[in-house]
């Protein structure tokens, strides 16, 4: 663990009823799919938007006489999730079977793990600004299988349905009741996500459906989440809604919001909560109860009697300790401490390992400040205008290295400089022949620049008079002189013999 | 313990296997049966004792993360009653 001062908590938020405060507690079910090539339990491929019904074995079409073998890859990659959220790995986990039926799930179960999960208790740091994060609890992690997809808008009578995402590995990772507002919520899914991309565990897409997330919420009176704390007594909580299979992060707050503010009005209007599962719907900006799931929430677990429980041996999980990558809090912390970065520019170059690790090239033997501000600044505005990602960058780390050293080395200004990027972005090229082709190299010859200085006061005699009254006008001067040197003059250079020539 | 009609028809129900409500009787006392000889087998005390999940001792079967299976969507389909441009065509199904 890093060693460092342990941030302070966020405030909860609290929304004001009519007839008192109240407070939110979330826990959130992340479905995260594991990064794999084939599936939990047979050979076919998981690729997304192939052929349907193309990605399928006779496993996972549950044909009579077939049996479960699973992949020893997805155990590796929960177990490496597991590692990156500080949690306890088991090193004897069991299947069970979690019985209803729906087209898309042709077993008739899921396989799952309920009573013995392959991860237990771990913690995920959420930072919500400089200093103050909250510390979210895990629960657990489980692996399971996806269901098909089924879809309801090719026909009016009947319903189509794909089984290429039956049996891809899931990862459920179950968090304590620890989150205490929207934006908490959503900034939790985001770190998640950040671990997972950096782990290689899950690709983190959300919009293919890759990480959702089922959200339970409650409300409470100020005070009664502290006396929950002190227990772990959930009577002190109010009666949890669950919103299932959000897959924005927009949506997943305005769902919480919404939500939070159905249950106020009840409880104060003398109802009772039921707890039940809800389904957002964004275009009416709403929750709705989805009462035909309640009674097929009666799952029958049982121990699935295809699969012996899983053994894995320490040896091997301390090799997947061995070789994990080094995670987001602990690459930030390391920029700010060695790049001498500012705790927002480190957490920007950190939000995705492509990206710090492009930082780390560019700055490689040179000013990590002034790197990080040509990554940020310039090359991910410049990206982000034109709709691409780090990887899409026509300007290489060694290119932008190079510019960032000529800087550094007083052979280019800031100005020019710019102009060297855009030729390299547009044209491509190494930045230290054009410099030298293109006469780009800034002119520090004080004897060059003295010229300019001399010519540039003789040709403006009411403004030298003006300067000698108000000194503040001596930067008029200084702007003249670079324009006249398209600006390969040292500003520095042009700015000292400027005070000194008009005796300032 | 013992399982009453209104439960027997609910089991059935969730498992999805029509029993007429003629055969409900019987079919609760069938089970009740069952439910009484576990209750009989819970008075062995098991303290401390791992449940057998295997004859022999044997460890669970790992496959590689190689895809090997699947690319035959016409035999996945063959057994459908109703299957339509690769997919299974189903009774509408809508949350």
Known sequence: MLDHPRARSPEPKVIAGAKSDWELVIGLEVHAQVASNAKLFSGASTLFGSEPNSNVAFVD????????????????????????LKAQINLVSAFDRKNYFYPDLPQGYQISQLYQPIVGEGEII????????????IERIHLEQDAGKSIHDMDPTMSFVDLNRTGVALMEIVSRPDIRGPEEAAAYVAKLRQILRYLGTCDGNMQNGNLRCDVNVSVCKPGAYEKYQETQDFSHLGTRCEIKNMNSMRFIQQAIDYEARRQIAIVEDGGKIIQETRLYDPDKGETRSMRSKEEAHDYRYFPCPDLLPLEIEQAWVDAIAGAMPELPDE????FINDFGLSDYDAGVLTAEAENAAYFEKVAEGTDGKLAANWVINELFGRLKKEGHDIGESPVSPEQLGAIVRLIKAGDISGKIAKDLFEIVYTEGGDPAEIVTARGMKQVTDTTAIEAMVDEIIAQNPAQVEKAKENPKLAGW??????KASGGKANPAAVTELVTRKLGL | MSIDIDTARKVAHLARIAVPEAEL??????????LSFMEQLNEVDVTGIEPMTSVTPM???????????????????????????????????VE
Request: some cysteine; aromatic content about 6%; charged content about 25%.
């Open chain 1, 61 to 84: 079409a549950a044909m009579p006489g077939m049996l479960p073998v699973i992949n020893e890859y997805c155990v590796a990659q929960a177990v490496r999730t597991g590692l990156g």
């Open chain 1, 126 to 137: 959420v930072e919500m600004g400089p200093g103050v994060a909250r510390h979210v609890r």
């Open chain 1, 331 to 334: 690459k930030k912390l390391r």
């Open chain 1, 477 to 482: 001067f200084t702007g003249q002189v670079l």
């Open chain 2, 25 to 34: 009787p019987a079919l609760a006392g069938e089970l009740s049966g069952i």
């Open chain 2, 59 to 93: 460890r669970l079967k790992r496959r590689e993360d190689v895809v090997t299976d699947g690319g035959y969507q016409a035999r996945i389909l063959s057994n459908a009653p109703d299957a339509r441009e690769g997919f299974f065509a189903v009774p509408k199904v």
